[in-house]
């Protein structure tokens, strides 16, 4: 098991990947909405995990502050 996996962070954000693509498949977005918001939602989790694999805390900060941006 990788550091990341036992954030409950990064389940959180797994969890919301999947509210998103729920959301997605329910409702009439266009194509471009549709987009930004699949891959938002899908760069929380990927900065999460890899800021964790950082070795300063400020770079581990870095990543963190990048995926609140994406939400």
């Given at each position: 098991?990788?550091?990341?996996?036992?954030?409950?962070?990064?389940?959180?954000?797994?969890?919301?990947?999947?509210?998103?693509?729920?959301l997605l498949n329910e409702n009439k977005f266009d194509r471009t909405t549709r987009d930004q918001l699949s891959?938002?939602?899908?760069?929380?989790?990927?900065?999460?995990?890899?800021?964790?694999?950082?070795?300063?805390?400020?770079?581990?900060?870095?990543?963190?502050?990048?995926?609140?941006?994406?939400?």
């Open positions: 098991m990788f550091d990341f996996q036992k954030l409950t962070v990064y389940h959180r954000s797994k969890n919301f990947r999947k509210l998103i693509r729920s891959r938002a939602s899908m760069s929380i989790a990927l900065n999460i995990a890899e800021g964790s694999s950082r070795f300063t805390p400020k770079d581990r900060k870095h990543f963190m502050v990048i995926s609140r941006g994406s939400v």
